[in-house]
């Protein structure tokens, strides 16, 4: 299902791709304008409470990484540094979602516990990342783990949407625990990932 997704996706990719390129767009323009749009999004939109529409907006501007890579390939401008930046600013859109929900707790949302929580999922979510590029480095992989990056935003932006909803009234109100549960599962999930990453780097050195 997954593979006739992402074939149906880079079908309407690919003729916004051709016109970016015609009209002298770079992958790495497009790489920028959608950190910078999905960081904005975040950091506006879930602070003020506007949980229901941040999401889309947030995701809107996400779906450029998958733009950015299907315009390099069309022009053969695969680089290192490409990979990097691409790589690099990704952490930057994967915190300011985690930091606009611990603003809106810390203010609209009324708890600090669950500030607290965003905050550890935060941590746990650049620590996933910085275990699989600190054993890149040292010549091997850790991309085991249940917390993949496409997982964290699907699980954040989906239950962000559902809280937004019953925010308002679209959902029944105890949809409003949705997010409190994903900002545990996300922590946990996250604290896993790292253990089964460092013991798939410990036992590669080992080997």
Known sequence: MLERFRAAWAKVMNPI????LRAHVT???VTWVGTIGACAMALICFPQ???WQGPWLVTLFIFSDSLDGNMARKIGSHSQWG?????TLDRFGDAAIF???ALYYAGPGHNLLW???SLAALVFAMATSYVRARAESLGMEAKVGIATRADRLLVSLLSIEI???ARVGVFPHWCLAVLPIALCYLTLA?????????VAVRRGCQS
């Not at 791709?17 to 970016?20: E, G, R, T, Y």
């Not at 990979?83 to 790589?87: G, I, K, R």
């Not at 996250?190 to 460092?198: C, E, K, N």
Request: aromatic share 6%; hydrophobic share 60%.
């Open 83 to 87: 990979a990097f930046l691409d790589s």
């Open 49 to 51: 409470g506007w949980l």
């Open 17 to 20: 791709a051709d016109a970016l």
């Open 163 to 165: 809280t937004g909803l």
């Open 115 to 117: 500030t607290a929580m």
């Open 99 to 101: 930091v606009g929900v």
């Open 190 to 198: 996250g604290a896993i990932t790292v253990a089964q990453r460092m």
């Open 27 to 29: 992958p790495d323009m």
